[in-house]
Structure formats: C-alpha cells, structure tokens
C-alpha cells in the first residue's frame, strides 16, 4: 500500500527557509486522479493546510501562506517538496504529507499521511 | 477566507452519543470530512463526502451535513473514541480544517 514518509531538518534559523520532502512509496504516485498535500501543526494546537500539488506540477495554496510557499514535484523519485521562506518562530509545528484524491474512492479526502516530522524554527 | 468552527470540546459517558458540529457558510453546498487524531499520531479520516465510512471505521461513527453545519456523531462511544477530530473541506481549491474538537470519554 502507499506510504508516505517526510525528511528534512528539524531545526531552522529564523529568517531562512524550511526545506521538507515527502517520500511516497509502495504505489503509484502518477495517478491523475491525486494531489499531494502538505499540513501542519503547531504543538497543542489545529491542523493548517499548507497546499497541494499534482504530477503536472498544478498547485494551490492556502492565502494566509501563499507568499511565502512553493510546493514542487519530482515524478522521476516519486517525491514532492515543500519550501517555506523567511520563517519565524510561529512556523514551528509538525510537518505532515498527505494524499488527496480519488485513488482510494474516498473523494477528496487526506486518505493516505505521513508520520509527521517536527521543525522547530530557533536561533 | 473561509472558515470552519468546531466546539472546543465535547464530553461524553461510555456508551453514549457523542456530537460534533462544525459550522461554516454555506457548508451543506460542499463535502465535508471528517478526521480523528490520537495523541503522537497521524490523522486519521473517519467519514468521507458528508456521511460515507471508510473501510475499517466502525459504524458507530456517522456523520450529516445540511444548511451551515456539519455533524460528526459517535454511537455507543468507547474509550477508544478518546480522541480530537477535525472537520474539513474545500473551498475553491483550498483546503481548509475546523478549530478541532477534544472529545473526552468518562
């Protein structure tokens, strides 16, 4: 079955930019029907949409954060990325992926995450 | 933007019926989800597209959505259940999650 695994550093300076992957295996991850996602979650507190992204390489992206992400995709790794520029202290939380999509027959439900990977942004 | 506002918590004695709502306008016109998180763990989706199960979830979660609220109800609650779930949907593209409801069974 699919599964999906994030990397990335677990510690970021305030002011640069947050680097994550997200790994999926065990399936197919080209499927017209998916979109890749990115969520998280500041400790003790709600999940936050992040964006998406297809295979084509189409993306949206959560207004509140729109200027500061950039979601991409490698299909040859079967891997997409997220980076998130100019961080602050309030951009700690754990990191999810996710997939989005109709593979599973489940609508456009997050049917398939990731186990989460925590960034703290600090000096 | 869009919103989605969930009570902050709900308590709830074993074997009883457990009801989440989460209001947003206008929210009857799209699908809303529905998603389960324990503690340290990944979420889990427990109701798809307003009121479908997926495969493995229990059938004492259930779910509706009519006018500006969303209805996740839990039947004959079970400690298990112990959890915060989230309600979710879509607006234009964007994702968009509840405030999220801590569910408490004692």
């Known amino acids: 079955q699919v599964q999906l695994q994030e990397s990335g550093p677990g510690l970021v300076k305030p002011s640069q930019t947050l680097p994550l992957t997200c790994t999926v295996s065990?399936?197919?991850?080209?499927?017209?029907?998916?979109?890749w996602s990115w969520i998280r979650q500041p400790a003790g507190n709600g999940l936050e949409w992040i964006g998406r992204?297809?295979?084509?390489?189409?993306?949206n992206y959560n207004p509140s954060l729109k200027s500061r992400v950039t979601i991409s995709v490698d299909t040859s790794k079967k891997q997409f990325s997220l980076k998130l520029n100019s961080v602050t202290a309030a951009d700690t939380a754990v990191y999810y992926c996710?997939?989005?999509?109709?593979?599973?027959?489940?609508?456009?439900?997050?049917?398939?995450w990731g186990q989460g990977t925590m960034v703290t942004v600090s000096s | 933007s869009y919103e989605l506002t969930q009570p902050p918590s709900v308590s709830v004695s074993p074997g009883q019926t457990a009801r989440i709502t989460c209001s947003g306008d206008k929210l009857g016109d799209k699908y809303a989800y529905w998603y389960q998180q324990k503690p340290g763990q990944s979420p889990v989706v427990v109701i798809y597209q307003d009121s479908k199960r997926p495969s493995g979830i229990p059938e004492r979660f259930s779910g509706s959505n009519s006018g500006n609220t969303a209805t996740l109800t839990i039947s004959g609650t079970q400690t298990m259940d112990e959890a915060d779930y989230y309600c979710q949907a879509w607006d234009s593209s964007t994702g968009v999650f509840g405030t999220g409801t801590k569910v408490t069974v004692l």
């Open positions: 996710a997939r989005v999509g109709d593979s599973s027959g489940y609508g456009n439900a997050f049917d398939i």
């Open positions: 992204i297809n295979t084509r390489g189409s993306t």
């Open positions: 065990g399936g197919s991850f080209s499927s017209s029907n998916n979109y």
